[in-house]
């Protein structure tokens, strides 16, 4: 549930006493003893100390619905989480499951569409989709409300202990989760096909030929059934079964569009590209398509060569989606990339971001391998990520950056500075570029400040004398990147204020300053009343300087 904080040597840097990172590391450790009320004690101390770190309400959040204190939940990811990101992914995902105990069906569609909307393709995907499908249903009659309800909290609670199984293929403990589930929960169609699915790769053959004949039996045009079975005999090479199942498959009408791209998906991921694509143009030709249908055109377009069909699908599926979606990144990297054979490479039929199954799966890859294409991809898609997409992403394709060139990974950096993502900031310039040497400006708390790397200033002697206590107070936290940035913060502000700047009385109101704004940019513990005392000034004093450097060095 907790997530690691992003700078795990926060104590070295800021030797205040108690912070954010303190209550958060106990925390953590509360939470692996099963004290979820002291978990959410600690927590709250964190957010006192440090209330704009959007990682402290996550998991917050997530311990209070963990302890079914599900509308105190919803108040955290609505009121903090999202007010914070409005992107955020899965605080729509948990609204939604906190709904449905809430027993508020139509906030549970609708947060469950928009998790689908920012993650068409994320770790919940699946049981998002299947939840979608089935609350579809439902509103055909309440008749079946009841097992539609009990059907969608299985899923859900079964996807969340599946995805870290799936991804580690430890199959046979999936196998053991679902038929558990099945056995407790009793048989729906969505548990029975994901179990099938779970058979397949655990190599239980027979139990899953006996799930799918189960399924087809109580609904013989079950398209999820037929998926997995052609997926069945593509891996053991019977062609002709496969073949027989795309010509049943014609015979059967869709309940949605929803059924068309699952069969289509099916259809592209086992290598039948003109038969994905003649499926999907005579969808497209009714009239009937969305963002994820057009991106699936495209790529089945890729496969087959067709350069100007690629072009027309994700054109349009990007004027669909917004420019927060995979469609404009993938249109973004059809326009700025020549080799055609390298893009395929980062296509599936899913609607997914880019790279990002790739990372995952192969995260110990020899990145000295990627070619200057793949260098190109991996460098837009960074870039894009960084502006729009969530911290998780980011988190992940920050793993590759040794990958790009020296002067990509500059971009990189600059861009991360800039992005809106304070807390891992600090972390990035230690790891990748402890001299700070190619920053040029950094944004903190919504707003930019300019850096001044001349190391040189025009003024009188007290500002150099600031010069040089800032240096050697910044050096007692044992790190470049702080020494640097304020070095950097304090040059720009001189120069900028050049030929009149505000009179200097005290070389140490600078200089305290000074590191407040460092500490404060990097997001750690500040004691205002702290650092006063330390330099022998007045706390007036040093509010006045922090605020003039401020103003100083904002980029308008």
Known sequence: MIRENRISDVSKVVPFGRSSQFYFSRAMREYERGNLRRV?????????????????????????EELGEYNTAISIWQNQVLKRDPSFSEAYFHLAVCYAETEEIDLVYKYMEKYLELEP???????????????????????????????YKTMVGLEKKLASMINTHAYDEALRICEETLASEGESFPLLNRTTLICFLAGEDQKGLDYVQSVLAKDKNNVGAYCNLIFYYYQKGDDLRVQAIIEKMREIEF?????????????????????????????????????????????????????????????????????????????????????????????????????????????????ASYSDAEKKVLYICMKYYIRYGTLD?????ISRLPALDKDMQKSIIQEIMLSTYDDMKYHILEQYDPQVVEVSAIKSNGKIYQLDDNYQVKVTMPFIVAARMIKENLEAYHSSVLVNVGRKLWYAYCNK??????????STVWAAAMECHILQMFNFDCDIQNVSRRYGIKVTSLLRALECIKETVVIN
């Open 40 to 64: 959410c004690e600690l927590l709250t101390s964190a957010i006192r100390y440090n209330p704009d770190d959007i990682w402290n309400y996550y998991n917050l959040a997530l311990t209070y």
């Open 255 to 367: 309940a949605s569009l929803n059924e068309v791209l699952r069969w289509t998906q099916t259809l592209g991921n086992i290598g039948k590209h003109r038969r994905a694509y003649d499926w999907l143009r005579d969808v497209y030709w009714s009239g009937e398509y969305n963002a994820e249908m057009l991106y699936q055109l495209g790529v089945a377009a890729l496969f087959l060569g067709k350069e100007k069909d690629i072009k027309l699908y994700w054109r349009q599926a990007a004027l669909l989606d917004d420019i927060r979606s995979p469609a404009e990144l993938y249109y973004q990297l059809l326009l700025q990339i020549e080799d055609y054979k390298v893009l395929a490479s980062v296509c599936s039929y899913n609607y997914d971001w880019p790279l990002i199954n790739i990372i995952q799966n192969d995260y110990d890859g020899d990145l």
């Open 393 to 397: 992403v980011v988190n992940m394709v």
């Open 497 to 506: 204020s050049y030929p009149n700047p505000r009179r200097i009385s005290k």
């Open 121 to 151: 393709n994320g770790d919940l995907e699946t049981a998002a989709r299947h939840i979608l499908k089935l609350l579809e249903d439902s509103r055909g009659g309440a008749d079946n409300y009841d097992s539609t309800e009990g059907t």
